[in-house]
């Protein structure tokens, strides 16, 4: 079966990570690596699973889009630069998936609103934060069932796991989950907190989520939208479990999560990591499965 | 007749710098329940006395307000502006944990008029301060760089961070004892070892809980290794058993001849008159907080863990103990209802979740 050709452009974690992800999929290949370091160990181990890389940046990247058929491009460099590398590529016609916070494009937690964004044709989503792809869809879980005042999350992550640029960032996190709390969960008002951990063994990922309902929470309705949307988070991340919960205390709700991941590059207690390349994963699946139906069709886009 | 001895005369004419915490740690006592009034009450009896800085904050510092930390009765902004309105000498500060509390709230507490701010960190994390330390050296804050749970970490490592801090532009480094863990021997390894890497012109400073009844000794031995700065709350008002005793910290200090510049006897005077009868409880060294010092847990977590004791049945020391056990740090009170649920289900005490 033919499958859409896609670039990975950051060569940390999350771009090598992103490999092993994309590599699996029935509809995805990944046919290039981008990075900015020409001895980093994410162009090299890139190489020797099969990609092409160059340490050029994107512009390495532009010439080749058009020859190598190149659809989709999964953006895991940072803020500061996604939207240089965004507009460069879109104007070749190449449908980006942001996994920076820098949040162009539309907000897309998959079995929130995925399908909305293929719909409509969208030619940069972003991925919010692995704290918003962990938790936001326990907030819709509940605010779909009755409306949520305030909604709060709290992740707590491995310091393994964490990579210098979020640690240097956190403001960044901390502004762009707390508003797709609001804008993708649906709760009125949203926080969010993060906690780095250096225990070792370095503990797995987990996630509280409380929502403030603004009429008494019905349980049982809420508990079985909660389990729900938990099944459909586990179709593509399996390691996504509930712990304890849902617990009601008046008009608060508590869920406890923990997101093992699977493995890939870092060992399977970075579930933030996981859940983030997952979720990208899965929203380029989505398009590209269109593409391949031809039902949708990717467009230059002009800029002035 | 009594003599003023002096058995440490080595430390004779050292000058420390005191900073009461009863208004932010004091906080995590008061369930985040102290009014602007007492606040304002407070803050100009501390001003009276000579204590030169004064945090006010939610406990969890900027950003606090929240399910996981409980909501103050006040905005911040609020309480910082009503105490620093009224503050002769004395400079208010703030506590900044990134994650928390961001920069866009650390302008608008330095607009209520915070001068300085406490910028923490867990002690092993120092590289996720940056922009929030560079912002308060930018606004001409006093900016401290705040190493938590400091017993998690070994003095090459905590002279590590501190370095790292003060490349960002922190002009104090803390060694903070979350927990209230350490021994002075402890605290003498970690402020010796900042002391050898850090500028001469870079103050260390120290931040004890008197889980184990160190709170004084550990804050001598940090002085006798280079500390020039003391965190401490009158009458011991704080997470845990409480900061250091800031009037008995003061009076220890007046007789080994360290000079603090405080009124002793007004200090005394606000820690009976005023603080002792804002307490919800006396905060001492009971089983609980006692718990926290053998177990190296975070003080904040005592009261959380007594309420999830009394909802599940769980003993607060057995959770306690395991959060230590699970190296939980500042931060993380969710995964205190977490275990003890966990803890209430293996004992048959809770229903297993439906999943």
Redesign the interface.
Known sequence: MKKIKCALIGSGNIGTDLIYKIKRSPVLEPVWMVGIDPTSEGLARAREMGLKTTAEGVDGLLPHVLDDDIQIAFDATSAYVHAENSRKLNELGVMMIDLTPAAIGPLCVPPVNLRQHADKLEMNVNMISCAGQATIPIVNAVSRIQSVEYAEIVASLASKSVGPGTRANLDEFTFTTSNAIKVVGGARRGKALAIINPAEPPMIMRNTIYCLTDDEPDHARITESILQMIGEVQKYVPGYKLVNGPIFDGNKVSVFLEVAGLGDYLPKYAGNLDIMTAAATRTAEMFAEEILAGKIQLKAVETA | MMSQSNTSSSLKGRKVVLHDMCLRDGMHAKREQISVEQMVKVATALDDAGIPYVQVTHGAGLGGN???HGFALATNEEYISAVASKMKQAKVSVLLI???G???ELQSAYDAGARSVHVAT?C??A??S???IAYARKLGMDTTGFLMMSH?NDAAGIAQQGKLMESYGAQTIYVTDSAGYMLPDDVKARVGALREVLKPETEIGFHGHHNLGMGIANSIAAIEAGASRIDGSVAGLGAGAGNTPLEVFAAVCERMGIVTGVDLFKLMDVAEDVIVPMMDHIVRVDRESLTLGYAGVYSTFLLHAKRAAERFGVPARDILVELGR???????E??I??TA??MAKARGLLQG???
Do not use: R, Y
């Open positions: 929240s399910l996981q990134p994650g928390l961001t920069m866009k867990h092993t994390e590289d996720t940056p922009q929030h998690l699970q190296k939980m740090i500042g931060g993380q969710d995964m209802q977490d649920m966990t979740a439906a999943a």
